[in-house]
């Protein structure tokens, strides 16, 4: 069996250090590995308009945004397919189907779901798109035939419902559809990086992100004013590791070898934890070094970023380049879904 990727990102705004290391970081591993026969990377606009209806424009222009963030952290437009979820209209004909293989109540247990209704405050008025669209993640999924789902944890209910609808689907019309299976990171820090607020989650719409192209004052700026440990108050004060977001970013991030260069007086973050656990350590060093170890992860895609930002006409070509491919290989897929179900009447 071929070796797929399907993953990808809603543009309802610039993608955030916590997409960096939850997802894009690994898709860039993943391309350059040669492991892989195609990778596709969604830029899920169509998904984003499902809460944000009255404002496509606020959609229409992240697109760029996001495209600018892939490029910049290192996706090859000649190693993966980049390409805009709206434009394919075979992934909306296949959404419809499996609507049919899905109940109510199976949408309404889901996690993710519920966590999201709830963030958004909209009681009961949810909107039928935004309610469905795990049953369009998991078209988008299966018209690629993926086989490898990069994700963050929150997302591990969207891959259960896509297993259980290809099931379903293979069952009743014949083996067909490709069951996908979840890749995570392996630090288990990057799957889920809190907000600089201390909130669980870094989301745009809380407002607590540290963006890739956020420039390195404002990257500096974050990091010093983070939540840490509201009980550490003292430098003398022992400190909690655990819950600390500082403490968190540093897990998802540091490597050994950053210590020699920004932090001498330790040898490894085991070290570090253990001081400030006694006490004896401000937060302000601990937030120098996390800063400094932030910048040499940024720099590099903020000067990327810049380089593609001179050519945006040259950016919309590789995106309609990757419509052409990707419309292609979900047409295929749909065309089988159809005869499989006897409805390619003509």
């Given at each position: 069996?071929?070796?797929?990727?399907?993953?990808?990102?809603?543009?309802?705004?610039?993608?955030?250090?916590?997409?960096?290391?939850?997802?894009?970081?690994?898709?860039?591993?993943?391309?350059?590995?040669?492991?892989?026969?195609?990778?596709?990377?969604?830029?899920?606009?169509?998904?984003?308009?499902?809460?944000?209806?009255?404002?496509?424009?606020?959609?229409?222009?992240?697109?760029?945004?996001?495209?600018?963030?892939?490029?910049?952290?290192?996706?090859?437009?000649?190693?993966?397919?980049?390409?805009?979820?709206?434009?394919?209209?075979?992934?909306?004909?296949?959404?419809?189907?499996?609507?049919?293989?899905?109940?109510?109540?199976?949408?309404?247990?889901?996690?993710?779901?519920?966590?999201?209704?709830?963030?958004?405050?909209?009681?009961?008025?949810?909107?039928?798109?935004?309610?469905?669209?795990?049953?369009?993640?998991?078209?988008?999924?299966?018209?690629?035939?993926?086989?490898?789902?990069?994700?963050?944890?929150?997302?591990?209910?969207?891959?259960?419902?896509?297993?259980?609808?290809?099931?379903?689907?293979?069952?009743?019309?014949?083996?067909?559809?490709?069951?996908?299976?979840?890749?995570?990171?392996?630090?288990?820090?990057?799957?889920?990086?809190?907000?600089?607020?201390?909130?669980?989650?870094?989301?745009?719409?809380?407002?607590?992100?540290?963006?890739?192209?956020?420039?390195?004052?404002?990257?500096?700026?974050?990091?010093?004013?983070?939540?840490?440990?509201?009980?550490?108050?003292?430098?003398?004060?022992?400190?909690?590791?655990?819950?600390?977001?500082?403490?968190?970013?540093?897990?998802?991030?540091?490597?050994?070898?950053?210590?020699?260069?920004?932090?001498?007086?330790?040898?490894?973050?085991?070290?570090?934890?253990?001081?400030?656990?006694k006490g004896g350590l401000g937060d302000v060093k601990v937030k120098k070094f996390l800063n400094a170890i932030l910048q040499e992860e940024l720099e590099p895609i903020r000067k990327r970023r810049a380089e593609f930002a001179k050519d945006i006409p040259e950016v919309y070509n590789i995106l309609k380049k990757g419509n052409y491919m990707a419309r292609e290989v979900a047409a295929n897929t749909l065309a089988e879904v159809k005869s499989a179900m006897k409805i390619n009447?003509?």
């Open positions: 069996m071929r070796k797929i990727i399907l993953t990808g990102d809603r543009p309802t705004g610039r993608l955030h250090i916590g997409h960096y290391v939850g997802s894009l970081r690994q898709r860039v591993e993943l391309q350059n590995s040669g492991l892989y026969d195609m990778i596709f990377i969604m830029i899920a606009d169509a998904q984003a308009l499902t809460d944000n209806i009255d404002n496509p424009e606020k959609v229409r222009q992240n697109i760029i945004e996001v495209a600018l963030d892939y490029l910049a952290c290192g996706l090859d437009s000649t190693k993966s397919t980049l390409f805009v979820q709206s434009q394919i209209s075979e992934l909306f004909e296949l959404s419809f189907y499996y609507m049919n293989l899905v109940t109510v109540s199976r949408l309404q247990r889901n996690p993710t779901i519920k966590m999201e209704i709830k963030m958004r405050n909209f009681g009961k008025n949810i909107p039928v798109g935004f309610f469905t669209y795990p049953i369009s993640q998991a078209a988008d999924i299966t018209a690629f035939k993926a086989t490898t789902v990069p994700v963050g944890e929150d997302q591990l209910p969207m891959i259960e419902l896509t297993k259980e609808i290809v099931r379903k689907f293979n069952s009743l019309y014949g083996k067909v559809l490709v069951e996908p299976e979840a890749l995570l990171p392996d630090n288990k820090a990057c799957q889920r990086l809190p907000g600089i607020d201390g909130k669980s989650k870094m989301s745009k719409s809380l407002n607590n992100c540290i963006y890739l192209s956020d420039t390195a004052d404002e990257v500096k700026k974050k990091v010093m004013n983070m939540y840490t440990d509201p009980n550490h108050l003292r430098v003398e004060d022992p400190g909690n590791v655990e819950g600390n977001p500082v403490f968190t970013y540093l897990d998802a991030f540091c490597k050994n070898e950053h210590f020699s260069r920004y932090f001498p007086e330790y040898n490894n973050l085991d070290e570090l934890k253990e001081h400030y656990t009447y003509f």
